[in-house]
């Protein structure tokens, strides 16, 4: 196999890499440590948490920072252990510091595990939010848990996602510097002129 077959092969591979959906998902790596969209409901026991807007954001999932204000809003949550499936649950979302009602649902039990709420006008003021999530056992004490998110601000990339295609960019373009004897004469000119 030739030097070039093997680079076009390598670029191609990185390519796949780049725009691999698995890769992407919650960070890029599976597991309790690295997954952003959960918290801790007690010591070891979890709730997963991610919200949508799709009227501005179709097919895009959000966790601690919301793009957009006035647009509908899908807050979903889905419990990682069974039990909570048996217990009445309360959830109230507040605009912070201030501590206003945004959203508010009564306690129910929720047996399928995932719960939506429908913020049918998403919330009104960018900036800060609170999750209130309550739980109320049959028996003992209630139990509250609280997750924060931003709204507003519109979607940016990441230092890390605009980093890996720099990245990427510049491992194609030393590619092409490999594999293309006037490409390479025209990059050694601009260097050797810069050096002068």
Known sequence: MSKRTMLRKGFLVGLGLLFSSVLWAHGGAAGTDTDQCKFELEP?????YTAYQPSAFPAEE???KLP???TKTQLVFDYQDVRY???MVEFEVTKEPEGTRVFFQDAKKHKSGTVVLDLPQGVKDAGKHLIHITLIPDQGDRLDAHMSF???GGQSASKE???LYILFALAGLYGVYLSSEGFKRAVDGIL???KD
């Open 44 to 48: 070891g026991h979890w709730i997963h």
């Open 62 to 64: 959000f966790c601690g």
């Open 68 to 70: 957009a204000v006035d």
């Open 85 to 87: 499936r048996n217990m």
């Open 150 to 152: 931003t709204a507003g």
């Open 161 to 163: 996602t605009i980093g």
């Open 192 to 194: 050797g002129k810069v």
